[in-house]
DNA sequence: AAGGGTGGCAACCGCCTGAGT
DNA sequence: AACTCAGGCGGTTGCCACCCT
């Protein structure tokens, strides 16, 4: 692209397609100074940008490792599977496949696995499918995460989930995840599973997939090779809060 | 060849949460 | 306790290339 587009917001902001002039920028900039402090990024750089763009821009295109191009076998397996555990927790999924950007998750999804499964409309009618049902606040249950501490997380990602933890609300969360996880049969078998289904409102929808999908949840199954590699390639994944999602997906 | 429709993807927007003051 | 700010997330939009008629 010779020339990108790009327009000024009206804080004077640049915004739009980055140049590779910024992706230079910005990247020298993390060299030097590491990920964080984002909002020090643009001034440290020399960029025009705000925060969030540059920290957009680092995680889904500059960072290293990232993986571009057609998403494998095993890495789609992977994503059916997380998501109907996990729904549209895009930054989850991605953190279980290395070198995809929750932003690439989601991308795919939308573009091509959520018409697998299901015979949505066209997007040019989304709008109006969409208005059509009236979709308010009330009427969406949206299951949000739980952010540890960084020491929690820590612990959590290094030790097991029941080991000392920086204070006792980090120490509560975590236990009463794993309580959950040990109700719903000790963290293996398909229990895990109907545990985080049954938070789903549509049944139905949920047998509908299963006939779709008829071995996404039942067949013998091992770690996709994107993820028995994940060591090998050097990708820093993340483990943080960690409930073992392998062992539910089993 | 032209024009409309569609798919893919990069980037923006708005909101939420936790930390700091 | 209330407020501000930075980081992070999911949803949405806009652009471009390609396809089809």
Redesign the pocket.
């Known amino acids: ?1 010779d020339a ?2 790009m327009y000024t ?1 009206s804080l004077g902001v ?5 140049t590779e002039e910024e992706d230079f920028l910005l990247r020298k900039c993390i060299q030097k100074y590491g ?6 990024v643009p001034a440290r750089a020399g960029l025009n ?5 540059c ?3 680092w ?3 500059l960072r290293p490792h990232i993986k ?3 998403f494998a076998e095993d890495e789609i397996d992977l994503i059916l599977r997380l998501h109907k555990l996990l729904g ?7 953190g279980r496949l290395p070198g995809r950007t ?3 998750v ?3 999804w ?3 696995l959520q ?1 697998k499964l299901t015979t949505a409309p ?4 989304e ?1 109006k499918y ?1 208005n059509a049902l009236k ?1 308010t606040k009330d009427t969406i249950i ?1 299951p ?4 540890f ?2 020491i929690a997380k820590t612990n959590v990602s290094n030790k097991s989930m029941n080991t000392v933890h920086k204070d006792e609300s980090d120490k509560e969360t975590v236990l009463n995840i794993c309580d959950k996880i040990a109700a719903a049969g000790g963290g293996g078998g398909g229990e895990g599973v109907q545990w985080w289904t049954s938070l789903l409102e549509n049944g139905n929808e949920i047998e509908e997939e299963n006939k779709l999908l008829p071995n996404l949840l039942h067949e013998e199954y091992s770690p996709p090779l994107c993820m028995q590699q994940r060591q090998s390639d050097g990708w820093d994944f993340d483990l943080s809060a960690d409930i073992d999602l392998w062992n539910l997906l089993n």
């Not at 940008?49 to 763009?53: A, E, H, I, L, V």
């Open positions: 692209m990108p587009l917001s640049r915004k739009g397609t980055w990920e964080g402090k984002w909002h020090l940008r705000c925060r969030k763009s920290r957009l821009r995680l889904n295109y571009r191009g057609d549209n927790r895009w930054s989850l999924i991605a929750a932003n690439d989601k991308n795919y939308n573009t091509h018409r066209q997007r040019s009618q709008r969409n979709i949206r949000r995460p739980r952010t501490s960084s």
